[in-house]
């Protein structure tokens, strides 16, 4: 299988928060924008290996800022890398700025594991990743340890077995 490049995958989504969308204190309500972005990561995953793909787990989001009523939100998402059958899909959140200059300022981030399956929902192989920018790089290499964690804390893997997970945290076997 061909390996892809996450432009392939890159899927960009743009909501404008209505009243429906918020919560007491008139911001965007998480669980909306988790929406959004389970939805705006599916697609990138799709892109990437033109297969069923679905939500294995969610590793990672940050809500950083609030994001008031009335705000245009704007979702980016790439695939960062391929395992045989899962695979790390990044969400950025960007908020516009509406009065001045419509500059997008990110606000919030979330890392998701999809997995491709079959008409049966059994996992199939999708192709890998080549990362072409610093970023893409980056977030490559660090998917191996996400992979790790998201396994150890799901009860499939042992934490011996995660060695690049350990050598964060402990000094080198061999030194
Ligand atoms: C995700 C799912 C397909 C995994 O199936 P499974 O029988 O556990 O398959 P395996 O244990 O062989 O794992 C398949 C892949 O998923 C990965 N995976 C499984 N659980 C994972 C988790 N919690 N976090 C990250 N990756 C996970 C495995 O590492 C493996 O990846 P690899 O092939 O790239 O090495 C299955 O659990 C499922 O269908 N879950 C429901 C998904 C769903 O309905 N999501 C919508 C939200 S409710």
């Known amino acids: 299988m061909k390996a892809k490049n996450p432009s392939a995958s890159l899927t960009v989504m743009t909501e404008i928060v209505l009243p429906n969308d918020t919560n007491n204190l008139n911001n965007l309500f998480g669980g909306q924008l988790l929406s959004w972005m389970d939805r705006c990561a599916a697609i990138a ?8 793909v679905v939500t294995a787990s969610v590793n990672n989001v940050s809500f950083n800022e609030a994001i008031p009523q009335g705000a245009i939100v704007t979702l980016e998402s790439k695939v960062s890398r391929a395992f045989s059958t899962s695979m790390e899909v990044w969400v950025d959140v960007y908020m516009e700025d509406q009065r001045g200059s419509g500059k997008q ?21 999708i192709p890998s990743v080549e990362p072409e920018t610093e970023e893409e790089q980056r977030r490559y290499d660090g998917a191996l340890r996400r992979r790790q964690l998201a396994l150890i804390l799901a009860g499939k893997m042992k934490p011996a077995d995660a060695h690049e997970l350990r050598a964060l945290f402990l000094p080198r076997e061999d030194a």
């Open 105 to 125: 300022t990110k606000c919030n981030e979330a890392i998701y594991t999809f997995v491709a399956v079959d008409d049966l929902g059994r996992p199939i192989p």
């Open 45 to 52: 995953a799709h892109r990437h290996c033109r297969r069923t």
